[in-house]
Nanobody, 122 residues
Framework: QVQLVESGGGLAQPGGSLRLSCAASGSIFRINSMGWYRQAPGKQRELVATITSDGRTTYPDSVKGRFTISRDNANNTGYLQMNNLQSEDTAVYYC????????????????WGQGTQVTVSS
């Protein structure tokens, strides 16, 4: 019914930047909050950033001031701008969205993308 497709991952040098995109498609009536998570090898998945439907954002201290989450509601797309990347940012990054479906009433469903690899290395 709904797909989230991430793109924009890859290799960056320490201090470099990458921009991730998350395109949502399918029977979407409304996207509520969107978020980005990451999971490094041997570690638990952790929250990186969230954004509400009206643009309020939250970040953990580990990325605050370096990462910026945004969204384009008209195109059902979310973004994560990552600046001043460090080796500890290396992980698979996942997009998450809470969505109301067309014909689904008020029920909200959680969807995840397949993940995109971000590697920070010199």
């Amino acid at each position: 019914q709904v797909q989230l497709v991430e793109s924009g991952g890859g290799l960056a040098q320490p201090g470099g930047s990458l921009r991730l995109s998350c395109a949502a498609s399918g029977s979407i009536f409304r996207i509520n909050s969107m978020g980005w998570y990451r999971q490094a090898p041997g570690k638990q998945r952790e929250l990186v950033a969230t954004i509400t439907s009206d643009g309020r954002t939250t970040y953990p201290d580990s990325v605050k001031g370096r990462f910026t989450i945004s969204r384009d509601n008209a195109n059902n797309t979310g973004y994560l701008q990552m600046n001043n990347l460090q080796s500890e940012d290396t992980a698979v990054y996942y997009c998450n969205a809470y969505i109301n479906l067309i014909g689904g009433g008020r029920r909200t469903y959680a969807y995840w993308g397949q993940g995109t690899q971000v590697t920070v290395s010199s």
